[in-house]
């Protein structure tokens, strides 16, 4: 059973618009949560990271949030750009290990 | 190099075949992750290697995989009488281990395997 779910699976939005991608996971005692991402036919690449103290944290357009009670996270994209269309691809860390989610596949159109 | 060398990037192989995909971490890291990704799909966790630790190989499909890592460094991903369904891009990630955890993952640019 994995233990990082992403949702959606899949989303499409139009450019310049806003957007929020989920994560929760279920792995204890909980390290650091990072948001990783990936371009098609490229390897992910970090975005952010958390630890267990820090609720919210942005890079650029990108703002993730975390809530280490409900286990729970979030990455809010701002003024979408075409160049945002990617999988998003949460990442935690816990006991020395990390499990990824399977992603989040968004898509900006024009 | 400075990042994570994967090698080849693409495979075509025929089916019944067996293939070797070959991952360089980043010095001196000593998790070393595989994954892979099917087309439009997530990612989905193969093998996860530690320094000397046994490795995690909780996430390999069937016993047609297998993997390897020498001397901490070089890790070979062998898929053994390949079908088509193993057709996917393979990711190889490592981190360093700091303070007990694992740092940020570095990934490498993957290996296309199309299986014909």
């Known amino acids: 059973k994995n233990q990082v779910e992403q949702s959606p699976q899949s989303l499409i939005i139009l450019e310049g618009k806003n957007c929020t991608l989920q994560?929760?996971?279920?792995?204890?005692?909980?390290?650091?949560l990072r948001w990783y991402k990936q371009d098609t036919g490229r390897g992910p690449v970090s975005l952010t990271i958390m630890t267990f103290s820090e609720n919210t944290k942005s890079n650029g357009r990108y703002t993730a949030t975390l809530d280490a009670d409900t286990k729970q996270s979030s990455l809010h994209i701002t003024a979408s750009q075409l160049s945002d269309s990617a999988s998003y691809i949460c990442?935690?860390?816990?006991?020395?290990?990390?499990?990824f989610g399977a992603g989040t596949r968004l898509t900006v159109k024009p | 190099g400075a990042g994570v060398s994967q090698s080849p990037s693409n495979k075509v192989t025929e089916k019944g075949k067996d293939v070797e995909l070959r991952c360089d971490p980043i010095s001196g890291h000593t998790a070393l992750y595989w994954y892979r990704q099917s087309l439009g799909q997530g990612l989905e966790f193969l093998i996860y290697f530690q320094g000397n630790s046994a490795p995690d190989k909780s996430g390999l499909p069937s016993d047609r995989f297998s993997a390897e890592r020498t001397g901490g460094s070089v890790s070979t991903l062998t898929i053994q009488r390949t079908q088509q369904e193993d057709s996917a891009v393979y990711l190889c990630?490592?981190?360093?281990?700091?303070?007990?955890?694992?740092?940020?993952?570095?990934f490498g640019q993957g290996t296309r395997l199309t299986v014909v």
């Open positions: 994560c929760n996971y279920t792995v204890s005692p909980f390290s650091n």
């Open positions: 990630a490592s981190s360093l281990r700091q303070g007990g955890f694992d740092t940020e993952a570095f």
């Open positions: 990442v935690v860390s816990y006991l020395g290990d990390m499990r």
